[in-house]
């Protein structure tokens, strides 16, 4: 980063009330709760449930020799480790969480619940009858002018990101998830006029949540891959479950079975989008970066050159967001392009905002917010959709030794 983004303070989890504080202090512990129930766990993984939730109230402690991932996560994790979990920046603090919870339900083990999501109500989202009939009335786009058909795929790709289930944990309970949102910066047009006017080679997207966020996400690809028939799209998913509602393989999988089990635009989507993994128009990717600690502007060098050699990188959701900009107590008005200019290619982020990481909103419109709707940072009702004005210088970067 350079000057003007680089003295923004770390986020961590100190101020009571605040929405880091409150993740900790209340999301993690529900989530812990939630896991323990998805399952007929034995009583061996229920105790390690139960020291976990005692473990997150007191001080972060390092891996016990011989625990999955343990040399990396003491290289990422040696300053922190001693200190109060309220103390580390919070990113960290997330992340580390969700592997002591995978390590406890035996998902690293070599015992019977190695490899078993302990996240299963994700896909239970699918099975929902609302998406059935949502997407039963769905249209293919037929005669739609293709950018505008663009725009509106894209502003159902960013507001699927608004209701993942681990944000469901500390949201009220009378939010309406269905009511449109606000888009705070709006470069839809932008992006648009780019995806249908450039003749692309590689599209990467990087995806967020499993369950209903991932259709809109689908559809989105299958729309891009019909508009430009030379054009191949990376899907970049998790290596393993993670935050809760993450996508991995699996879920991309059952998102596509449960498509092709819904009669018109649905079923002749997933239909498309199986010949295109099958012919390698659609490639699924994944990497161990994707559930470290870091921020992309430590992208290990074989990922950083796989997102290089793309047009485009679309990336989704409030993590990835965080991730990119750097997880900070930036001035809601700093420029976007200014934090993102260290990334290997030209960024697309469509993310409503669920943390207190925001960058890009118009001055005016920070001052308005700000008196009428104190928690609008976090309260789920808005979004961005933001792109980089071009391809970032290279070499700008720390990369992760891994």
């Known amino acids: 980063m350079d000057s003007s983004t680089s003295d923004a303070r770390t986020i961590v989890s100190t101020e009571p009330g605040s929405f880091a504080w409150s993740v900790l202090t209340h999301r993690h512990p529900a989530i812990i709760e939630q896991v323990g129930e998805a399952h007929p766990y034995p009583p061996e993984i229920r105790h390690r449930l139960d020291e976990l939730r005692e473990h997150i109230t007191g001080t972060v402690q390092p891996l016990p020799d011989g625990g999955a991932g343990k040399s990396r996560w003491d290289r990422w994790g040696s300053r922190m480790y001693g200190q109060r979990w309220l103390d580390v920046p919070f990113l960290w603090a997330e992340s580390y969480f969700y592997h002591l919870l995978l390590d406890a339900v035996g998902y690293f083990g070599h015992g019977a619940w190695r490899g078993i999501d302990p996240f299963t109500r994700k896909r239970g989202e699918l099975e929902d009858p609302a998406v059935a009939a949502d997407l039963s009335a769905a ?6 002018v293709p950018r505008e058909h663009l725009i509106a ?32 910066d709006d470069q839809s047009a932008e992006v ?22 991932l259709i809109p996400d689908l559809f989105l690809i299958d729309h891009l891959l019909e508009l430009h028939r030379d054009l191949t799209i990376d ?7 993670y935050y809760v509602s993450d996508a991995t393989t699996a879920d991309l999988l059952v998102t ?9 635009a649905a079923r002749s989507t997933a239909a498309r989008l199986d010949s295109a993994l099958r012919t390698g128009r659609l490639r699924v990717r994944t990497h161990e970066f994707y559930c470290a600690p870091l921020s ?3 992208l290990p060098g074989d990922l950083r050159a796989d997102l290089a050699r793309a047009d485009a990188v679309i990336l989704k959701g409030d993590l990835n967001y965080r991730r990119l900009v750097g997880d900070c107590h930036w001035p809601a008005t700093t420029s976007f392009t200014a934090l993102t200019q260290y990334f290997p290619t030209r960024v697309i982020a469509l993310r409503t905002l669920k943390s207190d990481v925001a960058a890009g909103i118009a001055a005016g419109t920070v001052a308005e917010l700000e008196e009428t709707e104190p928690g609008w940072r976090v309260s789920g009702s808005h979004g961005v959709v933001q792109m980089s004005v071009a391809p970032a210088r290279s070499g700008n970067s720390n990369h992760t030794s891994w």
């Open 153 to 184: 795929l894209l502003h159902a790709a960013l507001w699927g990101n608004r209701a993942d289930l681990g944000f469901r944990l500390s949201d009220s309970p009378a939010t309406d998830h269905d009511v449109p949102g606000r888009i705070l």
């Open 235 to 241: 899907l970049h998913l998790k290596p393993r479950p």
């Open 256 to 264: 596509l079975e449960r498509l092709a089990g819904i009669p018109g």
């Open 296 to 298: 992309f502007h430590h």
């Open 139 to 144: 249209t293919e786009a037929g005669v739609r």
């Open 192 to 213: 648009a006029d780019y995806l249908v006017t450039h003749t692309p080679g590689v599209i990467c997207l990087i995806a967020d949540n499993a369950g209903r966020e």
